[in-house]
């Protein structure tokens, strides 16, 4: 079955580290989202892409980078992490025909310190 | 500034009555409204989407209602069972079609047996 992972699904680092947290799906959809989810503020996107090649800014991109090599990736970079940005990660993908239907994955819990 | 809101406060209800969740927004003019559940330590799940000239959506026991005049949603599950207890979210999108969605805080209901 068609599917979107993410991993690690934990991870504790530090203040000023370079994080990667990687997002797979097998649905085969142009369309890759990551969102932030905090208490207070719902989820929000951070960056998102139409196809290999292409990444755009969403609303709280600022310390955060993507890249799309392929289909099925979408790797998030922290480049320096920060307190603020502990927080739960959810990488979602979407068809084509339905950008708007998004499969999301089971999320990675990120906690700087 | 664009704005969702939707009831902060749990929703308790007896198993077999409906329940109805409410989505308000203001400063925006969705073309789609979507709604997701959420249960704890999982990524969202994609329930409904209702288009601007739609005023009404159903799928088994769901109906979701839209009203632009108002700026606001509703959301009713028919026949509530412990099962639906989790939380739900309303997700907004503009009339492009980016896919990129603003999420409210969503809403917990928990169904008693």
């Known amino acids: 079955d068609a599917e979107i992972t993410q991993s690690p699904r934990h991870k504790i680092t530090e203040t000023g580290r370079q994080v990667t947290l990687a997002c797979h799906q097998t649905w085969n959809h142009n369309n890759m989202f990551w969102y932030r989810q905090d208490l207070g503020h719902g989820l929000r996107l951070i960056h998102y892409?139409?196809?290999?090649?292409?990444?755009n800014k969403g609303e709280v991109s600022d310390g955060y980078s993507v890249s799309r090599s392929n289909t099925e990736d979408l790797p998030l970079t922290l480049e320096s992490a920060a307190s603020s940005q502990t927080s739960v990660y959810f990488c979602a993908s979407a068809p084509g025909t339905s950008v708007h239907e998004q499969y999301f994955g089971p999320g990675t819990r990120l906690t700087v310190t | 500034s664009q704005k969702i809101e939707q009831n902060s406060e749990a929703l308790n209800i007896q198993e077999g009555k409906t329940a109805t969740l409410t989505c308000n927004y203001t400063n925006y003019s969705p073309a789609y409204l979507q709604w997701y559940r959420q249960d704890p330590g999982r990524g969202p799940v994609f329930l409904l989407l209702?288009?601007?000239?739609?005023k009404e959506k159903r799928k088994e026991r769901l109906k979701v209602t839209f009203d632009t005049t108002l700026k606001q949603s509703l959301f009713h599950i028919t026949a509530s069972q412990p099962a639906d207890s989790a939380t739900y979210l309303c997700a907004l999108t503009g009339s492009s079609n980016t896919g990129k969605l603003i999420f409210g805080q969503g809403t917990t209901l928990q169904v008693k047996p």
């Open positions: 892409s139409y196809g290999v090649q292409d990444t």
């Open positions: 209702i288009r601007e000239n739609e």
